[in-house]
Each structure stands twice: as structure tokens, then as C-alpha cells.
């Protein structure tokens, strides 16, 4: 069988791992990096580089961040000729990475989220500041892996960020800000089908954010069945098959989602559970192509 990986980021350390586990399966792997994506119709036919001019017989989508549009066009058309695709809801979704729809889908199902605002206008950010209080988070809502977070102290720090923002010509919508959670444990509990596995998220040293991707140190941790089920739901609630959820756990026990991730890594989580959840990943996949 030939399995091809879609994706815009062929430089992510799971493209390696995934490529390894379906060439463990004895299938046939090509990996198709449409991040310079182009294409060409002569005579009435659609070319696109490495991805119309080859059989698969499975295209899996992972990590797909620009020509978002007519790269789903496509795999849909590729999608009614017979071949089979994993694409997690990204065809019908559209998006990787949009935190304002996300939040939006889990308070509308009623999953606890630390209290969030969005305004369009920064001249709106000091008057939500006295509702969120202080320190607050700043975050972009089409950035991963800790990118573009900013814990803000107090309202000095506001305005420089304001400021900063303006000067770099970042819009306003482009951010929201959250209340900021103190924290007993960070984790992420990733969901491949029926499969959980959750991992302790610890910062590194100055750093408030714990993203393994930023140096943080990462170990197994056992969840209890409410925040395993809390888990779930926010994975529904947002519409995926695999996923990973952030957790926040307080000292009163108190459970928040900050995110569903999407294009969630399992490096770390192999690292933390020595187990290989690549081929997991890959299985399931492959299980779940239509």
C-alpha cells in the first residue's frame, strides 16, 4: 500500500517518526511538502506538484498551515476519484489553528475555560483588563507551541505590549486575552481514538509556559476519570478524532481546558510514557482513512 503525508511543515519531528512507523508497516511512504504550493492546468487538467502526478492509495494531513483553501480543494477532488484520506476534520473544518472558534465551541458545550475576551480594538484591552484582573495572558489565536504568549503583570506592561503590538502592525483581533490560572499541574492528555495518554508539563526554569517544544521537562501522570472525561469532551466539543488537550489542574482541584490542539505532538509524550505512540498514531490513521 502507498501512504503519502500532506503537510506545509515537513520539518516537525513527527513527519520523521510517522515515516518511520509506516515503512515498519511495509508500506510504501512519500512525504509531500506543499509548503511553496502551486499548480498548473493545461489542457483542461489540474497539476499539482507531487501530489496529482503520483498513486496513493492513503493521503494522511498533518500540519497543513498555508494555501489552506485550494489544498483542501484538491484533496477533496482527490477524495471522490477513490483515494482515501485522514484529514482529523481539517477538510470540513478548514483550520489548524483558530483559538477563537475552538473557545467558542467549548463554552457553547459548557467545558470550563479560564475566562477569556476578544475585542477588535486595543483600546478595549485596559477595560477588559479589570475583569480578567492581573497577571493576565496575552496569546495569538493562530499560533501553537507556546508561540506569541505573553503573561502581562500589570497595566504598565499592558500598554508596552499595546505599543509593541502597534509598532509591528498586529491587529487587536488578533490576540485574546485570558485570566491567568495558577496552576498545580500543566498537562496535555493526547487522544488518538479510544487511546488517552496524558503527560506533567514543567517549565523550565524562568519560563511560565511548560511546552515541551520550549524546553519543558515532560512525565507520565495519572488523570482522574473526571478529567479524562473532561478531555474527551472538549475533544468533541471542538470536532477531532486526535487531538491534544491542555489541562490545567489547580490546588483545589479545580479543571480548565486553555486549548485543543489540533496538530498535537507525540514526541514528548513517547518520551514520557516510553512507549511508541507513532505507530499508534499511524494505526489509527490508516484504520480511519474514508
Known amino acids: 500500500m502507498k501512504v503519502a503525508l500532506v503537510t506545509t511543515l515537513p520539518s516537525l519531528i513527527e513527519n520523521r517518526r510517522i515515516k518511520e512507523e509506516i515503512k ?4 510504501g511512504f512519500t512525504l509531500i511538502d506543499l509548503s511553496n504550493f502551486s499548480f498548473n492546468i493545461f489542457g483542461g487538467s489540474l497539476s499539482v506538484k507531487g501530489l496529482t502526478d503520483q498513486e496513493f492509495n492513503i493521503i494522511i494531513t498533518r500540519g497543513i498551515f498555508s494555501s489552506i483553501k485550494p489544498i483542501i480543494v484538491v484533496l477533496l477532488g482527490l477524495r471522490k476519484k ?5 484529514d482529523n476534520n481539517f477538510l470540513s473544518d478548514q483550520y489548524l489553528i483558530n483559538k477563537t472558534s475552538d473557545l467558542t465551541k467549548m463554552a457553547l458545550n459548557k467545558i470550563p475555560v479560564p475566562n477569556t475576551a476578544q475585542s477588535r480594538n486595543f483600546s478595549d484591552y485596559k477595560n477588559l483588563s479589570s475583569y480578567l484582573g492581573f497577571p493576565l495572558v496575552i496569546k495569538s489565536t493562530r499560533m501553537g507551541k507556546g508561540a506569541n504568549v505573553f503573561k502581562i503583570s500589570n497595566l504598565n506592561g499592558l500598554y508596552r505590549f499595546i505599543e509593541d503590538a502597534e509598532k509591528h ?5 488578533n490576540f485574546i486575552l485570558q485570566e491567568f490560572i495558577p496552576y498545580k499541574y500543566d498537562l496535555r492528555v493526547l487522544i488518538i481514538g479510544d487511546r488517552v495518554f496524558t503527560m506533567r508539563r514543567i517549565p523550565a526554569k524562568g519560563e511560565f509556559r511548560a511546552n515541551f517544544s520550549l524546553g519543558g521537562r515532560v512525565e507520565k501522570f495519572d488523570l482522574d476519570e473526571d478529567g479524562l472525561n473532561l478531555a474527551k469532551s472538549a475533544l468533541k466539543a471542538v470536532g477531532l478524532e486526535i487531538g491534544g488537550v491542555d489541562l490545567l489542574i489547580t490546588k483545589d482541584n479545580k479543571k480548565y481546558v486553555l486549548e485543543v490542539n489540533h496538530t498535537a505532538g507525540f514526541v514528548g509524550m513517547e518520551k514520557a510514557y516510553n512507549e511508541n505512540i507513532g505507530k499508534v498514531f499511524v494505526e489509527y490513521a490508516i484504520a480511519n482513512a474514508r
Do not use: P
Not at 515498519?24 to 508500506?27: E, I, K, S
Not at 477513490?82 to 485522514?86: A, D, Q, V, Y
Open 24 to 27: 515498519a508497516l511495509n508500506h
Open 82 to 86: 477513490g483515494i482515501k484520506i485522514f
Open 169 to 173: 502592525s498586529h491587529e487587536a483581533k
